[in-house]
């Protein structure tokens, strides 16, 4: 089973640099999201999305954009890579509903130098 | 809205003793939590949830956590460490709308032998 895909799994960026973190699941699930985990700070929501077509801001949404056209896919694009952005970027995704478990891709540790 | 307070960012015990660990949660409507464990370089993963089924919810791995409404605390326990549960847990609580899962900072777990 693959469930949530993340690639690639290590990048290094110069800054002003852009790229885009790709995620994929195949669970058909409606809810994707993507966090960035920091030391002591836990995982904060960058940006989700509720379905094709359909996305939204979450805690820490500046310095990045996403897009949903389809149902599986889920990008995560740097538009101009910041060392603040240096972090560990997880995708994620759920069926909708309160008492949904989310899935978690592997991690992309992304480092901006 | 919903948060939660994980109480110790770290928290060391012994092989074979009471592993306990703090989470509170604030939320002004029932609130649907969850614990999840993330090993070294991995994602996280489903340990339990309450969804008020039951107070007293276990999960995998033999830990289990007690809802108390009274003290907003949703601790996790397990009666005795093993090694292999030296790992980062993140208590985490989902909106009222049921697709955006707000997590606390986190609480790595030290297993000595």
């Known amino acids: 089973n693959a469930g949530v895909t993340q690639t690639p799994k290590f990048q290094v960026l110069k800054t002003g640099q852009s790229m885009t973190l790709q995620c994929a699941q195949d669970?058909?699930?409606?809810?994707m999201s993507w966090y960035r985990q920091d030391p002591g700070m836990g995982l904060r929501l960058i940006h989700y999305?509720?379905?094709?077509?359909?996305?939204d801001q979450g805690e820490v949404p500046n310095g990045y954009n996403v897009s949903r056209s389809t149902t599986e896919d889920f990008p995560l694009r740097l538009l101009s890579a910041a060392p603040s952005q240096t972090s560990v970027y997880f995708c994620?995704?759920?069926?909708?509903?309160?008492?949904?478990?989310?899935?978690f891709g592997e991690g992309s540790w992304l480092t901006v130098v | 809205a919903q948060s939660v307070t994980q109480l110790g960012s770290h928290v060391s015990v012994s092989e074979g003793a009471l592993v306990l660990l703090r989470c509170n949660y604030s939320?002004?409507?029932?609130?649907?939590l969850f614990w999840y464990v993330q090993y070294p370089n991995q994602g996280l993963q489903l340990l339990l949830k309450?969804?008020?089924?039951?107070?007293l919810v276990k999960g995998i791995n033999g830990f289990e956590a007690e809802f108390k409404k009274s003290e907003t605390s949703f601790h996790l326990t397990k009666p005795s460490a093993h090694m292999s549960d030296a790992a980062e847990y993140f208590c985490?609580?989902?909106?009222?709308?049921?697709?955006?899962?707000?997590f606390g900072a986190g609480t790595r777990l030290f297993v000595k032998a």
């Open positions: 309450y969804t008020s089924a039951a107070t």
């Open positions: 999305s509720v379905g094709a077509g359909i996305t």
């Open positions: 939320s002004s409507v029932p609130p649907y």
């Open positions: 994620a995704s759920s069926r909708t509903g309160r008492e949904n478990t989310i899935y």
């Open positions: 985490a609580v989902i909106n009222t709308g049921g697709f955006k899962t707000i």
């Open positions: 669970m058909n699930h409606e809810y």
